[in-house]
């Protein structure tokens, strides 16, 4: 059974950074892409950025330029950085190995992120 907790967030300002880390347990950290997704209230969750088991990355859009994923494998841990915050990027963050169908296992707790001056 994979376990993912997530961890980092917490209120900033806008234009704040945040450091997001998750840790995953089970060897799917060890098989899959590693991904970030968030969900805004009243919103669907939606995909934030995504980490190959070799560190190839591709981020949505919104966030493009502003975040960076990375993943520790020797630690299976993978991060978020997120630079120039915005209100926009208030949302749950959660983490999640990733094929190519999307998602997989089950999702965490997540960790809020509050962008708000």
């Known amino acids: 059974q994979v376990q993912l907790v997530e961890s980092g967030g917490g209120l900033v300002q806008p234009g704040g950074s945040l450091r997001l880390s998750c840790a995953a347990s089970?060897?799917?950290?060890?098989?899959?892409?590693m991904g970030w997704y968030r969900q805004a209230p009243g919103k669907q969750r939606e995909f934030v950025a995504r980490?190959?088991?070799?560190?190839?990355?591709n981020y949505a859009d919104s966030v493009k330029g502003r975040f960076t994923i990375s993943r520790d494998n020797a630690k299976n841990v993978v991060y978020l950085q997120m630079n120039s915050l915005k209100p926009e990027d208030t949302a749950v963050y959660y983490c999640?190995?990733?094929?190519?169908?999307?998602?997989?296992?089950?999702w965490g707790q997540g960790t809020q992120v509050t962008v708000s001056s």
């Open positions: 999640n190995a990733v094929s190519g169908s999307g998602p997989v296992g089950n």
């Open positions: 089970g060897s799917i950290f060890s098989t899959y892409a």
């Open positions: 980490v190959t088991r070799y560190g190839g990355t």
